[in-house]
């Protein structure tokens, strides 16, 4: 085997991360500094943080209300159609 071609390992290693968590681990590099940690990862914590640039959410929740809508609408259409059609007949029957 060759000698001298593996990095140095650091035993203590402070990882930083960017909301201010900071804890020791081990690693070939000597500072290491990191986006997400445990302390604020929305998997981790249940917070869960919606970015929606495209207004998809909010489309969606209005196309829905819109179906909902229509889907009552048409119901009455129905029963207004039905009520018509057996006054129709009442009256053609007297």
């Known amino acids: 085997m060759k000698k001298d071609?593996?990095?140095?390992?650091?035993?203590k290693v402070t990882v930083t991360c960017a909301c201010g968590a900071s804890f020791v681990t081990g690693s070939t590099d000597a500072d290491l500094k990191t986006e997400l940690c445990?302390?604020?990862?929305?998997f981790y914590t249940g917070k869960q943080k919606l970015v929606d640039t495209a207004r998809?959410?909010?489309k969606f929740q209005a196309k829905v209300s819109a179906s909902s809508n229509a889907a009552k609408s048409a119901v009455s259409k129905k029963t207004k159609r039905a009520a018509r059609t057996q006054a129709r007949t009442t009256k053609a029957g007297k």
């Open 5 to 11: 071609i593996h990095p140095k390992y650091h035993d």
């Open 38 to 42: 445990s302390a604020c990862h929305p």
């Open 56 to 58: 998809r959410v909010e």
